[in-house]
């Protein structure tokens, strides 16, 4: 209903205002619009076919290679399935399968979907430094206070989600209901986003379908449960990965990501991580991972298929649009979408990432863990004041990754503490010597640029 009152247009016309005057200001319209667009829809695919012929020619239009506007705007889409306040319908099931309220899952994917805007953000504006991509003109920017003035419909729609969510801890379908009435009397108090009869038509058309791809998911899904369990299946394919591991935590997790990561390619999101749900998390509960995690660990695994090769249905939908190679556009995503892959790790070992723990423990483990998080976001974009070699890259990546490396990683806590200073030593001294460079020798950088 929100979006047949013209409400992703309104998020669109927000991102444009806030970013669109920045060096990049198009692929940024991307990222904002695609994260919060898809926090509601929950679908890659159909965010980027709402979002994408909007901010795709825009990104070329201003410089950036057609591979690589599809690939942002195809990870800026993905990414909505693990942005709250919404999220996408796996995450309602996650809540379901723990038996808690969807709130608590939506604060607990807050820290890993920032992370994942985050470095997107910090290479899409690396990008545009590399090839001098100036931002949108004065005139091609809508004023915010018409964009805010005219669009209160849908913010007050979205905080009444929040409120029903967060604050008066309703279930999520009740919320839903509310706020859908709530959105639908408001439209009659503002002409712009006033429901015509075809809206409404087309609306619950696009409801229905939507239930129904859940429903088959989720009776599928259901058979399949029920087959696993009354033969054993379950216990047993959780006995075999144990066996496999080895015992070893990391090892399993790999093995449990990489069999979400297969089924991923061929199923939907929800449906890969519904049966993965059943027949993994009770591998990895039993070497001591928090049941929370063990889900969002495979909710963000399920999702990579998304835009990783072979299989990558957002970047197909973004390279037909980008009129570019699929495959380029499908690794491109890859490299811009790398924390996807190492944030899940980082909370499964440290549920502090996920916000569980004492307050002093989680702003630690939080801080080195962004700040890794933007170093190594550097060292894939290949460029900080002017281009890196491959030996300040893949030193500024190490130092990265090492200020990630979680507490109860299989290493004693002191070893974490004496490789995250290292890691962070590492990384300051690099950007370091890359300002004092480029202040010594300015024209290397215009030159990079042009």
Known sequence: MLFEAGGGQFFTDLAQCVMGRFRGGPAKISVVASGMFGSISGSAVANVMVDGWITIPMMTKTGYRPHMAAAIEASASTGGIIMPPVMGAAAFLVAEFLGIPYYQVAVAAIVPAILYYLVLFVQVDLEAAKYGIAGLSREEIPRLMAVLKGGWVPILALAGIVYTLFVRNMDASMAGVVVTLFLFLLTFLHRRFRYGPRQIIDALEKTGRSLLDIGVITMTAGLVIGVLSLMGLGFT????????????????????????????MGMPTTAAYVILAVLVVPALTQLGVVPLAAHLFLLFFAKASMITPPVCLAAYAAASIGRCDPMKTGWASTRLSLVTFVAPFAFAFSPALILIGTLPHILLVVTTTVIGSVFVGVALAGYLYRPLGPGKRLLLALGGFALILPPNAGVPLNWVILINVLGGVLDVAIWFVDLRESRAAPLLVVEAKS
Request: glycine share 10%; hydrophobic share 60%.
């Open 237 to 264: 394919l959780s006995s075999i990965l144990v066996k496999l591991s080895g015992g070893n935590a990391f090892l399993l997790l790999f093995l449990c990501a990489a069999t979400s990561f297969v089924l991923g």
